[in-house]
């Protein structure tokens, strides 16, 4: 029986990557070079090259952003597994791309499946962004309320913006027409934001934009299927435990055009008492953003090998029950 920890895995979405990403797991672990080696064979080129030795601009490219998240984050996933003994978190949770990686640590997808939809969704998603030209920004400083508030009045007047990501309290990303994105920046501003950032990317992702790359992908995942998880996956539309398969295609059939609700889900977990999260793959963005969210927490890391000692430490204080049984959620 897998001992269970009272905490969160959590994993990274799109942004997290960078020139080196994983190289010291696979040099120390047989375990993750054979992940890497494996993902490579499936897409047919050598994606952990490019991880490990570049070039930067083509790692940034979202065909290949996504699938060297997702393999990373599984290969980190599967040492956890093999070098500390059968366990399981309470919730597991994804915030965008990472709700697919989520859902293979749950079981609810294999390995090769997950990567093969991993790379259908960048595909799909730098497509629907050429077809639908649009642009991102993050809105800092102003509470979700007035964002709603600014991105509606802009939609209606100019055009489409929305809510792409409500992340933490003051950080707010917004997704939309390259005009409704200008105009609702400098509305922002106006409103009192403490500072809007247009982000460097090509497709309005988590808007109505991208309804091309939701359509189509929505036919993969029905081709491929989905199998009720044994860990919950809090899903980033539903912001709550998705415990059964048709509850996880829902959460992913809405998710490319839908809001990801960050800050309401990890705020779901700690008010069922969860005070520890694990962010599992490449840096630390998830970490820090639940530190803004609540500061009384614990937050831990593990993306490369000297990581490992520090997360095996963490985990024993946590004080873990041997369970065969699903959480009650």
Known sequence: ???????????????????????????????????????????????????????????????????????????????????????????????????????????????????????????????????????????LGLPIEKVEAVVQRVSERVGLVQVANDNCPGQVVISGTPPGVTHAVEEARQQGARRSVLLKVSVAAHSLLMAPAQDAFNRVLSRIGLRDPHIPVVGNVAARPLVRAEGLFADLSAQLTGRVRWRESVEYMIDRGTRAFLEVGPGNVLVNLIKRIRRDTQRFVFGEADDLERVASALESLSPSVSSEQVSV
Request: charged share 15%; hydrophobic share 50%; net charge neutral.
């Open 1 to 139: 029986m897998a001992r269970q920890f009272p905490l969160a895995v959590v994993l990274p979405g799109q942004g997290s990557q960078f020139v080196g990403m994983g190289y010291s797991l696979a040099q120390a672990f047989p375990e993750a070079r054979r992940i890497f080696e494996e993902a490579d064979r499936i897409l047919g080129y050598a994606l952990s090259r490019l991880m490990w030795e570049g070039p930067e601009a083509q790692l940034n490219q979202t065909e290949h952003t996504q699938p060297a998240i997702f393999v990373h984050a599984v290969a980190a996933w599967t040492v956890l597994q093999e070098r500390l003994g059968a366990w399981r978190p309470h919730w597991v949770a994804g915030h965008s791309l990472g709700e697919l990686t989520a859902l293979v640590l749950a079981g609810a997808l294999d390995f090769a499946n997950g990567l093969r939809l991993v790379q259908e969704r960048a595909r799909l998603m730098a497509q629907a962004g050429r077809q639908n030209p649009g642009r991102m920004a993050a809105i």
